[in-house]
């Protein structure tokens, strides 16, 4: 079963656009990391935010976290073309065992130049 | 350094038949996990080998097995296919509590 919903399923900006997608969860987390997925090819590991953190930056990347809400968001800013993928939030839950991660239903995103 | 590499990376099979697919995990990573991805859907954890050992197993059934060698690398197998196992199935390799890095997967059709 899927742990977590992304939303919106789909997405569709133009380049230089910000992009923001949710993750909602339903169990207490260790953490929640965010993958991308090209087209057929495998997940990339994108970011990692502990339980205890609100917020992280890696790049162009923000995420933050509300434990209290269950939910997370990922804010892709100065979107460009080769950021069109599909994007996934996988949480880590509390007592689940040793990086037994549950992936959400994915985002994709489009990005048109 | 080469990644996580799986083979083969497509492969079509019969209902009933057997199937190997394998995983070489990146190098310096010890645990190997396998999920499975269902067209337009997220993965799913079939389950973890550490230390030539079954950790963790999600909700798959018996028809799903693996294993792992000594050198890491892993194995998995699934007995009996069904039309519904058609998948895009993807390997992980991580060391310790560090994120995993994933294949390109092994594309599977059953006719």
């Known amino acids: 079963s899927q742990q977590g919903e992304e939303d919106p399923q789909a997405l569709s900006i133009q380049e230089g656009e910000n992009a923001t997608m949710n993750c909602s969860y339903k169990?207490?987390?260790?953490?929640l990391q965010w993958y991308r997925q090209n087209s057929g090819r495998g997940l990339v590991h994108l970011i990692l935010i502990r339980s205890n953190e609100r917020e992280k930056h890696s790049g162009r990347l923000r995420v933050t976290l509300d434990t209290s809400k269950k939910s997370s968001s990922l804010l892709i800013t100065a979107s460009r073309a080769a950021d069109t993928a599909s994007y996934f939030c996988?949480?880590?839950?509390?007592?689940?065992?040793?990086?037994?991660?549950?992936f959400g239903t994915g985002t994709k995103l489009q990005v048109i130049p | 350094d080469a990644g996580v590499t799986q083979s083969p990376t497509h492969l079509i099979k019969t209902r009933g038949q057997q199937v190997t697919l394998r995983c070489s995990p990146k190098s310096g990573h010890d645990t190997v996990s396998w999920y499975q991805q269902a067209l337009g859907q997220g993965p799913q954890f079939i389950f973890q080998y550490y230390e030539e050992e079954e950790r963790q197993r999600g909700n798959f059934p018996d028809r799903f097995s693996g294993h792992q060698f000594p050198n890491y690398s892993s194995e998995l197998n699934v007995n009996a296919l069904l039309l519904g196992d058609s998948a895009l199935y993807l390997c992980?390799?991580?060391?310790?509590?560090?994120?995993?890095?994933f294949g390109d997967g092994t594309r599977l059709s059953i006719l």
């Open positions: 996988a949480t880590d839950p509390v007592g689940g065992g040793y990086q037994k991660v549950t």
């Open positions: 169990t207490s987390i260790n953490n």
């Open positions: 992980a390799s991580s060391y310790r509590n560090q994120p995993q890095h």
